[in-house]
C-alpha cells in the first residue's frame, strides 16, 4: 500500500495565500463570475501559485494552506492549533507572519480581522469600536513607541509558540513577509534555524523578492506573480532540505 504523502501545513496572510498571482483577487468571493459571497476563502486559482504550494510540489508534499488575506498573527497562531489538534502531525509548518498591528476580534462566535487602514468590513455592532480604535491608533509623534510595543509582544508571542512547537516536536520554519523586528536590539534571540533572520529586513519575503528583481503586481500594491512565488518556494527548499 502506497503511503500517504508528507504534509506541508502553511499559515499567513495574503502573501502566504498567493493574493495576485494569476488572477486580481484575494477572496473567492471578489470574483463573483465563479464564487458568489459569501466565500472568504482565499481564491483558489491563487493558491495554488502560491509560494507554499508550489513548495509543497517541488517536495512532492502534500499542501494544506490555511492562509487568508487580511490575516493577525493571533489568527495564524490560532488556526494552526485548531488545526494541529484535528490533524495528524505534519512533517513542517511553514508560517508567513503579518503585519504586527492586526488584531483578531471575536465577536457573537464569528473572528474578524482588523487593521489600522480603517477600510475593514466589520459587522454593524462592532463600527463604533472599530472608528474608535482608529481614532485612538498613536498619531506620528507616538508612533515609534507603539511600533516598539507592538514588536516587543510579537517577538515574545512567537518566541513562546516555538518554544511551544519543539516541545512537541513539530518541525517549523518563519520567516516575515513585510515588517522585520527592526526595534528588538538586546533581546534578539537563537532561534535555531526556526526563523529566517527575523531580525533583518533585507531577508523578509518582500525586500528578497524586490531585492532580486521582482515587481509588485503595480506600483501601489504589495503582492507579487507566480514567478515570484516561485522564485521564493525555491529559496524555501534549499532551507527545508536542510532542516528536514
Not at 171 to 174: A, D, R, S, V
Given at each position: 500500500?502506497?503511503?500517504?504523502k ?6 499567513g496572510?495574503?502573501?502566504s495565500a498567493?493574493?495576485g498571482a494569476i488572477?486580481?483577487y ?5 470574483d ?8 472568504r476563502?482565499?481564491h483558489p486559482?491563487n ?11 517541488l ?6 494552506n490555511?492562509?487568508e488575506s487580511?490575516s493577525s498573527?493571533?489568527r ?7 488545526w494541529?489538534a484535528n490533524?495528524p ?5 511553514l ?5 504586527w498591528?492586526r488584531e483578531?476580534?471575536l ?5 474578524y480581522?482588523?487593521n ?6 466589520v459587522?454593524?455592532?462592532l463600527?463604533?469600536k472599530?472608528?474608535?480604535?482608529i481614532?485612538?491608533y498613536?498619531h506620528k509623534e507616538?508612533?515609534e513607541?507603539k511600533?516598539?510595543e507592538?514588536?516587543y ?7 513562546d509558540w516555538h518554544q511551544?512547537l519543539?516541545q512537541?516536536?513539530i518541525?517549523?520554519?518563519?520567516f ?6 527592526d526595534?528588538i ?12 533572520s527575523?531580525?533583518s529586513?533585507?531577508q523578509?519575503?518582500f525586500?528578497?523578492?524586490k531585492?532580486?528583481?521582482f515587481?509588485?503586481?503595480s506600483p501601489?500594491d504589495?503582492h507579487f506573480?507566480a514567478d515570484?512565488h516561485?522564485?521564493w518556494a525555491?529559496f ?5 532540505d536542510k532542516?528536514?
Open positions: 500500500m502506497k503511503s500517504a508528507p504534509i506541508l501545513y502553511i499559515n496572510d495574503s502573501h498567493g493574493a488572477v486580481p484575494a477572496f473567492a468571493e471578489d463573483p463570475w465563479e464564487f458568489p459571497p459569501p466565500d476563502r482565499p486559482t493558491v495554488v501559485a502560491s509560494f507554499g504550494n508550489v513548495l509543497a510540489d517536495l512532492e508534499w502534500q499542501a494544506v490555511n492562509s487580511g498573527n493571533q495564524i497562531i490560532r488556526t494552526t492549533e485548531e494541529l490533524n502531525k505534519p512533517n513542517l509548518v508560517i508567513g507572519w503579518s503585519t498591528e483578531e476580534w465577536h457573537e462566535g464569528t473572528y480581522q482588523v489600522a487602514s480603517g477600510t475593514d468590513v459587522p454593524e455592532d463600527r463604533d472599530y472608528k474608535q480604535w481614532i485612538e498613536p507616538q508612533r513607541r511600533r516598539y507592538l514588536q509582544t510579537s517577538h515574545q508571542t512567537i518566541w511551544s519543539i512537541r516536536r518541525p517549523h520554519l518563519f516575515n513577509t513585510y515588517n522585520y523586528f526595534k536590539a538586546s533581546d534578539q534571540l537563537e532561534w535555531n534555524n526556526c526563523y529566517i527575523p531580525y529586513q533585507e523578509n519575503y525586500n528578497w523578492l531585492s532580486n528583481g515587481e509588485t503586481i501601489d504589495y506573480k515570484a516561485l522564485a525555491k524555501l527548499k534549499n532551507l527545508v532542516l528536514v
